[in-house]
């Protein structure tokens, strides 16, 4: 339920940014400053993707490997988990356009989209 949730509520807050109403000052491609940010955001979703699913791995194997395992290191794992998740997410959504200020992360599972959603400006 808290899943559906979250889902429901990015949904609504990508409709609503969307249909803000945007002023573009420079409607030119991006600068070479803008788009090194941009590949640099990119990386960091991927290694936070990446980390999390290392996580899940290890986490697992240890699990295996300890079983049963003790009631302690199983809650631990799980704080470890909603950490990681957090953060991932943080990252992802801390992207953003750098000509509307649009976030990324509302517009891209995971890698960096062609142009943004909202004002087009291209991206690669």
Not at 3 to 28: H, N, T
Request: overall charge positive.
């Amino acid at each position: 339920l808290g899943v559906v949730a979250g889902l429901a509520v990015l949904l609504v807050a990508r409709r609503v940014s969307l249909r803000r109403s945007v002023s573009i000052k420079d409607s030119g491609p991006l600068s070479e400053t803008e788009k090194r940010g941009l590949r640099a955001w990119a990386r960091r979703t991927k290694a936070a993707f990446a980390g999390a699913m290392l996580f899940v791995v290890l986490n697992g194997v240890l699990l295996i490997v300890t079983n049963p395992a003790p009631l302690w290191l199983g809650w631990l794992g799980l704080g470890a988990g909603i950490v990681i998740v957090v953060v991932g997410l943080a990252i992802h959504f801390s992207g953003r356009c750098p000509r509307c200020g649009y976030i990324i992360g509302f517009q891209s599972a995971l890698l960096l989209p062609y142009r943004c959603e909202r004002c087009k400006a291209p991206f690669r």
